[in-house]
């Protein structure tokens, strides 16, 4: 790990820089009933904005992030940049990644992994504010370095981030095909990965117990999302799925819009062992 950390230390001076202004201009957020979540955001189209790069599961594996920024030639003056969730756990450097994600003023959906982060480090906040050791796991420690600002940026997560310029739509686990977008549920569009048959629809199953959403989505609109790296990339007719699993030791995967340019780099090493 120190070796690790020595060789990241040149990479996180190299790629430091400040929010660019229209990351806050360009959102506009649609609140979910419950006022705790952010549901919905859109990116409108900015003429600045050439190419939007979006990209897949990080699990903080945050070397592999700058050098796949390296090898879409990312320049902030014309790229935007959106991520499918997923940012922490299982790699070496969570906090790292979300405070680097924020700093450079990348856009980000809400997956699972950071729903957990959150929770657990309020939990861990509020057992120090009542004087005791956190009982979380030490696996979560590294919510403790999170910043003020990190914290807020995990909390305004969406759900989906649509871009009509691009007719598409950004999501983490996936959509229920056949129902609205404002009646999606939190917990199938941050853990889904197959859909089984119901009452003439589908129902969202966790597990894959079913068949790949994705292969049944009908489009028009072009899904992008993450989260089931077991199946690696998936490309169907209406949606494309980026975990291409680098934190089991695959590759970090990005698609530039609009030209539809698949990019990848291999992961530095296994970090996590898969499972199931």
Sequence with gaps: MGALLRCLVPCLTQWHKP????????????????????????LSADPRCIRTIVIGDV?????ELKQLLTQCEYRAERDCVVLVGD?????????EVVSFVREQGFFCVRGNHDETALREWEEREQARRNGREPASSEKYAYT?????????????????????????IVVHAGLVPGVQLAEQQGKDMTRMRDVKPSDGGWHASEKQDG???????????????????????????HATGL??????????????????????????????????
Excluded at 59 to 63: Q, R, T, W
Aim: hydrophobic letters at 35%; proline letters at 9%; charged letters at 20%.
């Design 211 to 237: 068949v790949p959403w994705a292969s049944v989505w009908p489009g028009p609109t072009h899904v992008i999302f993450g989260h089931d790296a077991k199946r690696r990339l998936q490309q169907h007719a």
């Design 87 to 95: 940012l922490v756990n299982k790699g070496p450097l969570s906090a």
């Design 59 to 63: 699990h903080g594996c945050l070397l």
């Design 144 to 168: 403790d370095r999170f910043s003020e600002a990190d914290v807020q940026f995990l909390q305004a997560m969406p759900y989906t981030l649509s871009l009509p310029h691009l007719d598409t």
């Design 19 to 42: 929010l660019p202004e229209r990351a806050s201009a360009s959102v506009a957020m649609q609140k979910e009933p419950t006022p705790t979540h952010t549901a919905h955001a859109t």
């Design 243 to 276: 975990d291409t699993g680098c934190c089991y030791g695959g590759e970090l995967t990005a698609l530039i819009l609009p030209e539809k340019r698949l990019v990848s780099v291999s992961a530095m090493r296994e970090y996590a062992p898969r499972t199931g």
